[in-house]
C-alpha cells in the first residue's frame, strides 16, 4: 500500500499561473481533504470531499478549485495563483468523519512557491 | 470560530528531560487527537482521546483529556532526540463539521 500520494513534490509558479495538485489514495477511504500549513499557522482546510463527486469548502477556499471524479483522486486546482498562496499543501483521507475519532492518513506535502 | 491554542510554541530540552505540551479551547469536543509531523513529511496520528478524563500512554508519551472536553496535555517523560518534531493538536467535534481543528502546533528539538 502506497497510502496517500501527492505530485508534484514541489512547484515553483508565477503570478497568474495556473497549476492542479494531485491526489491519490489507495486505502478506498470515503473522505478526503486539502489543507496547507504556513509557518505558525498550523494546518487549514481549505476544501474537503465525503465521497466521489462531492466536494465542500474548507476554512480557507478562496483562489482554490476542486474535483472529485474517482474516489480514489482529490485534485486541487490554482486558477491564477497568487504569492499568497504560497505554501506547503497537504492531502488527507479517512475512513469516516473526523467527530467520529476517526485518524487521517496524510501524503508528504507538495511545496508550492509563486513568485 | 472554534480554536486550539497549543503551547509552548517552541521547546528545546536536553535528552532525559521531562516536558508538556498543553492544547486548550474553550470549546467542547468530541474527540481529540495528537499527531506528530518530521521534517519534510505529513503528520502522523499518535493518539486519539474521546472520553473527558481519558488518559493514554504510548511508551514514554502520556495523552490526558480534560474532563470538560476542552483542553488535552501531552507529556514526555525522559525525551529522546528521536521525539523532535512538531506535535499537533485537532480537535473534531461542537461546531467543526465533522472536520478537525488544528493547534498551530509546537515545535520540539531534544538535543543530545
Known amino acids: 500500500n502506497a497510502g496517500v500520494t501527492q505530485t508534484p513534490k514541489f512547484r515553483v509558479l508565477k503570478t497568474g499561473q495556473s497549476m492542479t495538485l494531485l491526489c491519490a489514495q489507495d486505502m478506498n477511504h470515503e473522505y478526503m481533504y486539502w489543507y496547507r500549513q504556513d509557518p505558525g499557522m498550523g494546518l487549514r482546510l481549505i476544501h474537503y470531499?465525503?465521497?466521489?463527486?462531492?466536494?465542500a469548502k474548507g476554512e480557507v477556499p478562496d483562489g482554490y478549485n476542486v474535483s472529485r471524479l474517482k474516489k480514489q483522486n482529490f485534485l486541487l486546482g490554482l486558477e491564477s495563483a497568487a504569492p499568497s498562496q504560497t505554501s506547503v499543501y497537504f492531502c488527507a483521507s479517512s475512513s469516516r468523519r473526523s467527530h467520529q475519532g476517526s485518524e487521517q492518513f496524510f501524503g508528504p506535502g507538495t511545496r508550492l512557491t509563486v513568485l | 470560530t472554534q480554536l486550539l491554542e497549543q503551547s509552548p510554541q517552541f521547546l528545546s530540552i536536553q535528552e532525559g528531560e521531562n516536558l508538556t505540551v498543553y492544547c486548550n479551547s474553550s470549546?467542547?469536543?468530541?474527540?481529540l487527537q495528537w499527531y506528530r509531523q518530521e521534517p519534510g513529511e505529513g503528520p502522523v496520528l499518535l493518539v486519539t482521546?474521546?472520553?473527558?478524563?481519558e488518559v493514554k500512554k504510548l511508551k514514554r508519551l502520556t495523552f490526558q483529556f480534560g474532563d470538560a472536553r476542552k483542553d488535552s496535555s501531552l507529556h514526555i517523560t525522559a525525551a529522546q532526540p528521536g521525539d523532535t518534531g512538531l506535535y499537533l493538536c485537532a480537535g473534531a467535534g461542537g461546531r467543526s463539521q465533522g472536520n478537525l481543528i488544528f493547534g498551530k502546533g509546537t515545535k520540539l528539538s531534544v538535543k543530545p
Open positions: 470531499s465525503v465521497g466521489e463527486g462531492t466536494t
Open positions: 482521546v474521546v472520553t473527558g478524563g
Open positions: 470549546s467542547v469536543f468530541s474527540s
